[in-house]
């Protein structure tokens, strides 16, 4: 057959999934998950742009309210004779199991496609390991592995093929984010070529079986002991002949496109003696680091595992080294109890009989949760088969200073492929940075004969977080799937980060700096820590600057400077020619923009020749080199031990982004994922353009300003005299409406502020004056300390007891228990979550649905969820997506249980007669108001105190108070929350959530109903409307909302 010519294009793994799946699918049952959504987001558009599939139809794709129910609908549609697909990660995939079993034992050729993510343990992580497939090993579906975006697109096709030819569903899975959002120049199915391939018999013999009133059976039938196991072996023919079906149908795809796909793929020295046996992306970087060390005079090899599931021993034996010597197996999961993790182990068995069963067989754990493995990793994979002590069970990536199992890699060598051009962009989340490398990918990897790979790390906050963008270009395929590590050009997008952040440790000697900065030569020279000044003097850095923001602010794009810097960027770095680069810019830009009017596409073509025209190198000050040392950076202290010793040792190391460098110990007192309340307090970000300012002449004292702040930065006090007298010297306050005695002060966390503006434009103001207007950061950063000191002083029971916390300005006196979240500028969602906390936040239970809101509520390091000065706060958990509100009821019923023992206790003492009459009295109170939460919160520290003196008594009374007072932080009445959006409660939870309505347990639920998934690109939920501003599942989305009843 000869090889085809294929069409190159630039997308990532998901999207090269997404278009090869299409060919093969009648039906598509999806429910959304990240980081697999955009998957199912492709096809979806496919079908409403009238693409055909193979079958010369529009694919009919159907959004479930789960996975379980997708997997459910993928089940009934296979059954029925409709090629059916789904696309799912994580507990998503979880879910399908059961229907997966059933698929398989039925001979059903599904095909699931998996960005392969890490499963929630101790704590949930939306980034990719091996966790998930692994839990499917034993379901009888095949499993095939892709290490990268082409192969997405190639071993795509052979998943639908060999599931068709094989009668057997197929879990096709490659690496979350790492391959599912890395950008890749590929070359790109035509749909033509995959209709010769297809076994058109197998098609209609799959059609022909279909369940059918016109020619019927009864299937899914109850066997007992007698004959299910037998019936059950009758498959193992059918799993006999699978693994030579897939091989047969890679053949297929290898004689269109010359390739050499197999089940398993050797790579490396002929004569090789230390070999890898690994599956996944980090195959890559393996086979960039065998590159290296053979160059070297190394002996090293890799074997790529392809087909995982059938299993088939000989296929890996064809393709080993006869001159191995040893071999070491990793596995990108974890199985903690496990004599080994999976692949280890069916890597002994298939060894165990064989030529190469004396030879010894390490065993290797890397990657979880996407962490990232660099070339110095896997050279001590090597290294460590090379010693005479090698360790036997071992993990890489990371420090374990706990149970000594890590390689050590002190190595900071450079294996990217000569004439690669690495890059590295630090940006603010929703500033644009992302978009704009992303354009650039495809202006590079579409126009030229370049190619060109993206890839994106980002913190947990929403927008206002930390974006690295690394991108790398050059001749040669580009294999490294780790970060940037030896960048040619980086450029910062925030001048806030120069002190947060080590930003140029990693540009090469000669290298090209880019910060978009107002700064000039003297006032680099302050801000900049001397760590990078020296640095840039040392290492002949050229440095440039352009003022972005201001650009933006003349151009009328605000914030939104992306176009300016990725101008920028083409014309330091030449990559493109730069009149080429500038007319390749326009047309993204007119492509990107052009349905939100000429002047939005005129504002970007500004953008363009002015981030070309304005950048302005920096002649370096000789001085620099003789830079000294900077401050070290202030501990945080305070009272609170655990929390200090949390923010000082993990928070402050994550945020400055040295996260991968903390060791195991510094896990051990979070091992089971508890952490202490508060810490958002101490991060100080910093990253808003303008903030708030009060101007006292013009305020009303509404607190409509603090009532609207998403993230409690701006806050009504009330002081005293004293107060005022003690005060930061420039504190403005004014009389207090209705308490004369008081003085009422407005104050702004300048450096928490994200400068969404919520507050300026609720203002109503006096006279058509606000009392609020945005101003730079920089003329509001003295503010801060009057907001921190503020902030310590008493809440005053004369303030409270006047303005109630019924009425909007009285809640505003409650101290916020949300404050500072990662949430987006304006959002909405925190807003009402605050509100609540200064209502019950002192008393709360809160179970938190998997989602946006358990993003900004919970994301480490940040504990937005806070406590009052008596330690008191919001209980906060997680437990999945689909149960939370069976998570909630749970939390009820053991308060219940818990509080009814401690009141019989209470009531013994009471009857004993042994109790004195205020004692008595104390506990008659606890008990009148035993199902009031926020009166039993009074009564009960009452009793406490009255228990007290009881148990000093060694009567029954005594005994009895000394068993309540154990579990005193039991006795009072809790309220109980739900919280979640309406995925969770209309959606995936909405069986739990009906359960427990009407179970009539005193509970709460707030839903928290923005109509899309925030969390997952925006897809439609069940009560998407018509008029929904969801930005994805444009044929799906057209539906009315669903009524509740």
Same mark, same amino acid.
Request: proline share 4%.
């Given at each position: 057959?000869?090889?085809?010519?294929?069409?190159?294009? %630039?997308?990532?793994?998901?999207?090269?999934?997404?278009?090869?799946?299409?060919?093969?699918?009648?039906?598509?049952?999806?429910?959304?998950?990240?980081?697999?959504?955009?998957?199912?987001?492709?096809?979806?558009?496919?079908?409403?742009?009238?693409?055909?599939?193979?079958?010369?139809?529009?694919?009919?794709?159907?959004?479930?309210?789960?996975?379980?129910?997708?997997?459910?609908?993928?089940?009934?549609?296979?059954?029925?004779?409709?090629?059916?697909?789904?696309? %799912?990660?994580?507990?998503?995939?979880?879910?399908?199991?059961?229907?997966?079993?059933?698929?398989?034992?039925?001979?059903?050729?599904?095909?699931?496609?998996?960005?392969?993510?890490?499963?929630?343990?101790?704590?949930?992580?939306?980034?990719?390991?091996?966790?998930?497939?692994?839990?499917?090993?034993?379901?009888?579906?095949?499993?095939?592995?892709?290490?990268?975006?082409?192969?997405?697109?190639?071993?795509?096709?052979?998943?639908?093929?060999?599931?068709?030819?094989?009668?057997?569903?197929?879990?096709?899975?490659?690496?979350?984010?790492?391959?599912?959002?890395?950008?890749?120049?590929? =070359?790109?199915?035509?749909?033509?070529?995959?209709?010769?391939?297809?076994?058109?018999?197998?098609?209609?013999?799959?059609?022909?079986?279909?369940?059918?009133?016109?020619?019927?059976?009864?299937?899914?039938?109850?066997?007992?002991?007698?004959?299910?196991?037998?019936?059950?072996?009758?498959?193992?023919?059918?799993?006999?002949?699978?693994?030579?079906?897939?091989?047969?149908?890679?053949?297929?795809?290898?004689?269109?496109?010359?390739?050499?796909?197999?089940?398993?793929?050797?790579?490396?020295?002929?004569?090789?003696?230390?070999?890898?046996?690994?599956?996944? #992306?980090?195959?890559?970087?393996?086979?960039?680091?065998?590159?290296?060390? =053979?160059?070297?005079?190394?002996?090293?090899?890799?074997?790529?595992?392809?087909?995982?599931?059938?299993?088939?021993?000989?296929?890996?034996?064809?393709?080993?080294?006869?001159?191995?010597?040893?071999?070491?197996?990793?596995?990108?999961?974890?199985?903690?109890?496990?004599?080994?993790?999976?692949?280890? *182990?069916?890597?002994?068995?298939?060894?165990?009989?064989?030529?190469?069963?004396?030879?010894?067989?390490? @065993?290797?754990?890397?990657?979880?949760?996407?962490?990232?493995?660099?070339?110095?990793?896997?050279?001590?994979?090597?290294?460590? +088969?090379?010693?005479?002590?090698?360790?036997?069970?071992?993990?890489?990536?990371?420090?374990?200073?706990?149970?000594?199992?890590?390689?050590?890699?002190?190595?900071?060598?450079?294996? %990217?492929?000569?004439?690669?051009?690495?890059?590295?962009?630090?940006?603010?989340?929703?500033?644009?940075?992302?978009?704009?490398?992303?354009?650039?990918?495809?202006?590079?990897?579409?126009?030229?004969?370049?190619?060109?790979?993206?890839?994106?790390?980002?913190?947990?906050?929403?927008?206002?977080?930390?974006?690295?963008?690394?991108?790398?270009?050059?001749?040669?395929?580009?294999?490294?799937?780790?970060?940037?590590?030896?960048?040619?050009?980086?450029?910062?997008?925030?001048?806030?980060?120069?002190?947060?952040?080590?930003?140029?440790?990693?540009?090469?000697?000669?290298?090209?700096?880019?910060?978009?900065?107002?700064?000039?030569?003297?006032?680099?020279?302050?801000?900049?820590?001397?760590?990078?000044?020296?640095?840039?003097?040392?290492?002949?850095?050229?440095?440039?600057?352009?003022?972005?923001?201001?650009?933006?602010?003349?151009?009328?794009?605000?914030?939104?400077?992306?176009?300016?810097?990725?101008?920028?960027?083409?014309?330091?770095?030449?990559?493109?020619?730069?009149?080429?680069?500038?007319? *390749?810019?326009?047309?993204?830009?007119?492509?990107?923009?052009?349905?939100?009017?000429?002047?939005?596409?005129?504002?970007?073509?500004?953008?363009?020749?002015?981030?070309?025209?304005?950048?302005?190198?920096?002649?370096?000050?000789?001085?620099?080199?003789?830079?000294?040392?900077?401050?070290?950076?202030?501990?945080? @202290?305070?009272?609170?031990?655990?929390?200090?010793?949390?923010?000082?040792?993990?928070?402050?190391?994550?945020?400055?982004?040295?996260?991968?460098?903390?060791?195991?110990?510094?896990?051990?007192?979070?091992?089971?994922?508890?952490?202490?309340?508060?810490?958002?307090?101490?991060?100080?970000?910093?990253?808003?353009?303008?903030?708030?300012?009060?101007?006292?002449?013009?305020?009303?004292?509404?607190?409509?300003?603090?009532?609207?702040?998403?993230?409690?930065?701006?806050?009504?006090?009330?002081?005293?005299?004293?107060?005022?007298?003690?005060?930061?010297?420039?504190?403005?306050?004014?009389?207090?409406?209705?308490?004369?005695?008081?003085?009422?002060?407005?104050?702004?966390?300048?450096?928490?502020?994200?400068?969404?503006?919520?507050?300026? +434009?609720?203002?109503?103001?006096?006279?058509?004056?606000?009392?609020?207007?945005?101003?730079?950061?920089? %003329?509001?950063?003295?503010?801060?300390?009057?907001?921190?000191?503020?902030?310590?002083?008493?809440?005053?029971?004369?303030?409270?007891?006047?303005?109630?916390?019924?009425?909007?300005?009285?809640?505003?006196?409650?101290?916020?228990?949300?404050?500072? @979240?990662?949430?987006?500028?304006?959002?909405?969602?925190?807003?009402?979550?605050?509100?609540?906390?200064?209502?019950?936040?002192?008393?709360?239970?809160?179970?938190?649905?998997?989602?946006?809101?358990?993003?900004?509520?919970?994301?480490?390091?940040?504990?937005?969820?806070?406590?009052?000065?008596?330690?008191?706060?919001?209980?906060?958990? =997680?437990?999945?997506?689909?149960?939370?509100?069976?998570?909630?009821?749970?939390?009820?019923?053991?308060?219940?249980?818990?509080?009814?023992?401690?009141?019989?206790?209470?009531?013994?003492?009471?009857?004993?007669?042994?109790?004195?009459?205020?004692?008595?009295? #104390?506990?008659?109170?606890?008990?009148?108001?035993?199902?009031?939460?926020?009166?039993?919160?009074?009564?009960?520290?009452?009793?406490?105190?009255?228990?007290?003196?009881?148990?000093?008594?060694?009567?029954?009374?005594?005994?009895?108070?000394?068993?309540?007072?154990?579990?005193?932080?039991?006795?009072?009445?809790?309220?109980?929350?739900?919280?979640?959006?309406?995925?969770?409660?209309?959606?995936?939870?909405?069986?739990?959530?009906?359960?427990?309505?009407?179970?009539?347990?005193?509970?709460?639920?707030?839903?928290?109903?923005?109509?899309?998934?925030?969390?997952?690109?925006?897809?439609?939920?069940?009560?998407?409307?018509?008029?929904?501003?969801?930005?994805?599942?444009?044929?799906?989305?057209?539906?009315?909302?669903?009524?509740?009843?």
């Amino acid at each position: 057959m000869a090889k085809i010519n294929r069409q190159t294009k %630039t997308m990532d793994g998901n999207n090269a999934v997404g278009h090869v799946s299409y060919a093969f699918t009648d039906v598509a049952a999806i429910y959304p998950i990240t980081p697999s959504s955009v998957m199912a987001d492709d096809v979806d558009k496919y079908a409403a742009a009238g693409r055909e599939n193979l079958f010369g139809q529009q694919v009919k794709v159907t959004e479930m309210q789960s996975e379980a129910g997708a997997a459910g609908a993928v089940h009934g549609s296979l059954m029925a004779g409709a090629l059916t697909t789904t696309f %799912t990660a994580s507990q998503g995939l979880l879910l399908m199991i059961p229907n997966i079993y059933k698929m398989a034992g039925e001979f059903l050729p599904g095909v699931i496609h998996v960005s392969a993510r890490t499963l929630a343990s101790h704590a949930l992580s939306i980034f990719g390991d091996h966790q998930d497939i692994y839990a499917c090993r034993q379901t009888g579906s095949a499993m095939l592995c892709s290490n990268n975006p082409q192969e997405c697109m190639d071993l795509g096709a052979v998943a639908h093929l060999a599931a068709i030819e094989g009668k057997m569903p197929f879990i096709h899975f490659f690496d979350g984010f790492r391959t599912s959002h890395e950008l890749q120049k590929i =070359n790109v199915w035509d749909y033509e070529d995959l209709r010769d391939i297809t076994n058109w018999d197998a098609v209609e013999e799959f059609r022909s079986n279909a369940l059918n009133p016109e020619h019927p059976s009864t299937r899914g039938t109850a066997q007992n002991d007698d004959i299910f196991f037998q019936a059950r072996e009758a498959s193992n023919t059918h799993y006999n002949k699978l693994a030579g079906v897939v091989k047969n149908c890679m053949d297929k795809v290898n004689g269109k496109l010359g390739t050499d796909y197999k089940p398993f793929n050797y790579y490396g020295a002929e004569d090789a003696e230390n070999v890898i046996i690994a599956m996944g #992306s980090g195959c890559e970087t393996i086979e960039e680091v065998i590159d290296y060390l =053979n160059a070297n005079g190394k002996k090293v090899g890799l074997i790529k595992v392809r087909l995982y599931r059938p299993f088939v021993a000989q296929y890996l034996l064809d393709v080993m080294p006869k001159t191995v010597k040893k071999v070491s197996v990793l596995d990108r999961t974890k199985e903690p109890g496990s004599i080994g993790e999976p692949l280890y *182990l069916d890597i002994l068995a298939a060894l165990k009989d064989s030529d190469f069963s004396q030879i010894p067989v390490y @065993s290797g754990r890397y990657g979880l949760s996407s962490k990232d493995t660099t070339p110095a990793d896997f050279i001590a994979v090597y290294k460590n +088969m090379e010693s005479e002590t090698p360790k036997k069970l071992f993990t890489i990536g990371i420090v374990d200073d706990v149970t000594e199992l890590s390689l050590e890699s002190n190595e900071k060598i450079d294996t %990217t492929p000569k004439g690669t051009t690495s890059c590295k962009f630090w940006g603010l989340g929703a500033d644009g940075t992302v978009g704009a490398n992303k354009n650039s990918i495809k202006i590079i990897g579409d126009n030229t004969d370049m190619y060109a790979q993206g890839y994106f790390a980002y913190d947990s906050k929403k927008s206002g977080g930390l974006t690295v963008s690394h991108l790398r270009f050059g001749k040669s395929p580009i294999k490294s799937t780790y970060y940037v590590n030896h960048a040619d050009f980086v450029a910062c997008h925030n001048p806030s980060y120069v002190d947060k952040y080590d930003i140029v440790k990693d540009l090469k000697k000669g290298g090209i700096f880019l910060l978009n900065c107002g700064w000039s030569v003297e006032e680099l020279s302050k801000h900049l820590p001397n760590k990078m000044k020296k640095y840039i003097a040392l290492n002949d850095i050229k440095f440039y600057t352009i003022d972005g923001i201001k650009i933006g602010k003349e151009i009328g794009l605000g914030g939104r400077i992306n176009t300016v810097l990725q101008s920028a960027f083409f014309k330091l770095t030449g990559i493109i020619e730069p009149e080429k680069a500038v007319k *390749l810019m326009k047309e993204a830009a007119k492509k990107s923009y052009g349905r939100k009017g000429e002047k939005i596409v005129n504002m970007n073509y500004e953008a363009i020749d002015r981030g070309a025209q304005d950048v302005k190198k920096v002649e370096i000050p000789s001085e620099w080199k003789n830079a000294g040392e900077d401050e070290s950076k202030a501990q945080a @202290s305070g009272d609170n031990k655990c929390l200090v010793d949390y923010v000082n040792n993990v928070l402050k190391p994550v945020n400055a982004y040295k996260g991968n460098d903390l060791p195991v110990s510094a896990f051990l007192n979070y091992a089971d994922g508890a952490v202490p309340n508060g810490s958002a307090a101490y991060e100080k970000r910093g990253i808003a353009v303008d903030v708030p300012e009060w101007k006292p002449e013009n305020c009303i004292q509404c607190n409509f300003c603090s009532f609207v702040c998403p993230h409690a930065v701006i806050r009504s006090f009330g002081i005293n005299d004293e107060e005022a007298q003690n005060a930061p010297a420039e504190l403005k306050y004014i009389n207090m409406t209705g308490l004369p005695e008081m003085k009422f002060a407005i104050a702004v966390s300048t450096l928490d502020c994200t400068g969404c503006g919520a507050c300026a +434009m609720i203002c109503p103001g006096k006279k058509g004056e606000k009392a609020l207007v945005m101003s730079p950061i920089d %003329t509001q950063m003295k503010k801060q300390v009057e907001f921190d000191y503020l902030r310590t002083l008493p809440i005053k029971e004369e303030v409270l007891n006047k303005f109630r916390d019924t009425t909007v300005k009285g809640s505003q006196f409650r101290q916020p228990l949300l404050e500072f @979240s990662g949430a987006c500028g304006g959002c909405a969602e925190t807003t009402y979550a605050k509100l609540i906390t200064q209502l019950y936040g002192n008393r709360m239970y809160l179970a938190n649905a998997t989602g946006c809101s358990s993003i900004w509520g919970g994301s480490a390091p940040s504990t937005p969820y806070a406590a009052d000065e008596n330690g008191h706060g919001v209980a906060w958990a =997680n437990s999945l997506f689909e149960d939370n509100a069976e998570f909630g009821l749970g939390m009820a019923l053991a308060q219940k249980a818990n509080r009814d023992r401690l009141k019989s206790y209470v009531e013994k003492i009471l009857d004993s007669g042994e109790a004195s009459e205020d004692t008595c009295e #104390s506990i008659k109170n606890y008990l009148n108001t035993f199902n009031d939460s926020k009166l039993n919160k009074k009564a009960t520290e009452d009793m406490v105190k009255k228990l007290e003196k009881v148990a000093e008594c060694e009567c029954e009374g005594g005994e009895l108070a000394r068993k309540t007072l154990k579990n005193k932080d039991m006795l009072s009445k809790k309220s109980i929350w739900m919280m979640g959006g309406d995925g969770w409660s209309y959606d995936i939870g909405y069986g739990g959530l009906d359960h427990v309505l009407a179970s009539g347990e005193d509970v709460n639920v707030f839903v928290f109903d923005t109509e899309v998934y925030s969390n997952t690109c925006l897809l439609y939920t069940s009560p998407s409307p018509r008029d929904s501003c969801a930005s994805r599942m444009p044929s799906s989305a057209c539906k009315k909302k669903k009524k509740k009843k």
